[in-house]
């Protein structure tokens, strides 16, 4: 059978990657509700 | 005349647009392949430092540019262009972002279409069916057909594409309901479509994702070797100038920097807008469609049934063959297939028809803006070209691929170029005049260098939402503009010497396309600019 499993290198980097994604979103979102609530 | 320009209704709402005209088909198609094939995991070193580096800067100056245009009554690069340079050929170089996305949008909403037949053709279960075999041609080969048929490949003629009436007609529907969605205006039109089909976008995508990661092959593999096969690093990869200029090219592509669609929509923005806050969210969840949703349904799904020398045989073959050859196939052996493939086939139409629109707004808002044409009479205009310029790339066997190479990817880089150094380097020279004055050409260079990016970083910091890092003042004013500049230098050196000779008739017929567009765009221009301020202006 050919396989090529996720390795812990590749964990690693599909993590960082995921999380700076996932940081991105959720620090901007945050600050786009924190401003229309300061807004309000 | 001055005309009331059309404001977005929610903020929201006018994110989501401008995400979902970055969101398409290449996040879910182009960067799965992109990343395979530059050393998986490795590749998104490069990626991540593009996206900073490239990304969010260009981002950046185009939000900035259409919200000074809007602020003065236009949105495009045209007038944009024109205020900011004062000179007379400065609204002949911001034509490019009218045309650029004004000829993409002719063969994008053709293969928009395509999408769409194959979700019909999914609901209806009407897709080639054929039982996993050994050898991966002879199992593609029904698919490769079934595509073919679609396009009108299987004439025999070298020159022309013979589609049938069916592709036609979902054709003229997807495009007929890409100027009704444009007709309805920004807030009740482009807002509403956005705020509709993001959420389905993401839960069609979950869903796909899911249904991927809980596939196993008939010997065994499972999402474990596809995610496998794009994360594992291969370090040796990062050597490679080109695994570099691959990760800078997917986040132009992926960002839609460059088309002139983002200005286009920041002109749309109310007064005392944020752009720096907004274009940081747009480009996050563009990244979230791309890395964490696109990098796991296509490309994982491939591996686990054709392996990983499969994948690269079929990507090799081009980003297309990925989702409308492999996934088919895989959707053809499994349960509730049918239902799978229109998910994802109707996802690939929703991320299509959003950029779709986007691109197509820039002409819009050139004939309301610079002409004074009402909404309805803009649309007709615009309906009229493309109905007819799409018949190039319907009927034209190389014509999609010649439009693609010469607008939607090399005009795009020097647009942006433009872009950047419109922003960062000549905004500011009005309030150095007095620096300026009696000095060597030399010296108002070094000036101009040393100190216009300070004028640019206050435009774009205007009623912030965020404070933005100051490394960012740098990163925009030397290294993006460096980076546009080595990326055009290499394209120059490997790949424009293959690419100027076309190797059809057809690829000549493209290319007098193109530059008949010019030209109409150069004489509109013109006319527009004598009609508002004399002759001599022009």
Redesign the interface.
């Known amino acids: 059978m050919e396989g090529h499993l996720l390795n812990s290198y590749g964990a690693l980097f599909m993590a960082v990657s995921w999380g700076i994604v996932l940081t991105l979103n959720i620090y901007s979102f945050y600050k786009i509700l924190y401003n229309n609530k300061k807004n309000k | 005349m001055v005309h009331k320009r059309e404001q977005w209704g929610t ?2 709402g006018l ?1 989501l647009a401008v995400a979902g005209n970055a969101i398409g088909l290449g996040n879910f198609l182009r960067f799965p392949v992109q990343a395979a094939d530059n050393g ?3 590749f ?1 070193i490069p990626y ?1 430092i593009s996206f900073i580096l490239l990304g969010i800067p260009l981002i950046w100056v185009e939000w900035a540019l259409g919200r000074y245009g809007g602020e003065r009554g236009h949105g495009t690069a045209v007038a944009v262009f024109d205020l900011i340079w004062r000179h007379p050929l400065a609204k002949y170089i911001g034509i490019f972002g009218v045309l650029i996305p004004l000829v993409v949008v002719v063969y994008y909403t053709y293969i928009e279409s395509w999408t769409l037949i194959y979700s019909f053709f999914h609901l209806i279960n009407e897709v080639p069916s054929t039982p996993l075999t050994a050898d991966i041609k002879d199992y593609l080969k029904p698919f490769n057909d079934f595509l073919g048929g679609i396009i009108g490949a299987s004439s025999g003629s070298d020159i022309f594409f013979t589609p049938p009436l069916e592709t036609y007609l979902f054709f003229l529907v997807t495009l007929l309901l890409n100027l009704y969605i444009i007709y309805r205006g920004v807030s009740a039109g482009i807002e509403k479509v956005a705020k509709f089909a993001m959420p389905l976008i993401f839960i069609m995508a979950i869903i796909l994702v899911i249904r991927v990661f809980t596939l196993t092959s008939p ?3 499972n999402f ?2 596809g ?3 794009l ?3 291969d370090f040796s990869a990062l050597k490679d100038p080109k695994v570099w200029l691959a990760a800078a090219g997917q986040i132009f592509f992926t960002l839609s920097i460059g088309f002139g669609a983002i200005l286009t929509y920041a002109s749309y923005l109310k007064p005392k807008s ?1 752009v720096a ?1 907004n274009g ?2 747009s ?3 563009n ?2 469609a791309e ?2 949703l696109g990098g796991s349904i296509a490309i994982t799904a491939s ?1 686990i049934f054709f ?3 499969g994948t690269q045989y079929i990507a090799s073959e081009g980003a297309f063959n990925l989702g409308f050859m492999a996934l088919p196939a895989i959707f053809a052996n499994i349960p509730y297939g049918a239902f799978f493939g229109f998910l994802w086939f109707l996802l690939l139409f929703f991320a299509g028809i959003t950029s779709s629109i986007a691109l197509m707004q820039p002409a819009m808002a050139f004939l309301e803006d610079e002409f004074g044409l009402s909404r309805d009479r803009a649309v007709k205009y615009l309906g009229a070209f493309l109905f007819v310029s799409s018949h190039i790339p319907i009927f034209l066997k190389g014509a999609l691929d010649e439009l693609d190479f010469w607008v939607g990817t090399f005009a795009l880089v020097i647009f942006a170029l433009f872009e950047v150094i419109t922003f960062v380097w000549i905004l500011g020279i009005p309030q150095l005049s007095e620096k300026l004055q009696e000095k060597s050409l030399l010296s108002k260079i070094f000036i101009v260098l040393k100190h216009s990016p300070e004028y640019a970083w206050k435009e774009l910091n205007r009623y912030a ?2 404070k933005i890092p100051r490394i960012f003042y740098y990163i925009l004013s030397y290294i993006a503009p460096l980076f546009l500049i080595v990326i055009l230098l290499w394209w120059f050196v490997t790949t424009l010497p293959a690419k100027f000779i076309p190797e059809h008739i057809n690829g000549w017929i493209a290319r007098l396309f193109i530059l008949f567009v010019f030209i109409l765009g150069v004489v509109l221009v013109k006319k527009s600019w004598e009609r508002k301020y004399g002759r001599t202006s022009s």
């Open positions: 903020r929201i994110i998986g995991g490795a998104m991540m010997d065994g593999r474990l070797d995610l496998g096969f994360w594992n690093p944020d806050l940081l969210a480009a996050s969840v990244e979230f890395v964490i591996v392996g990983i020398a939402d965020i």
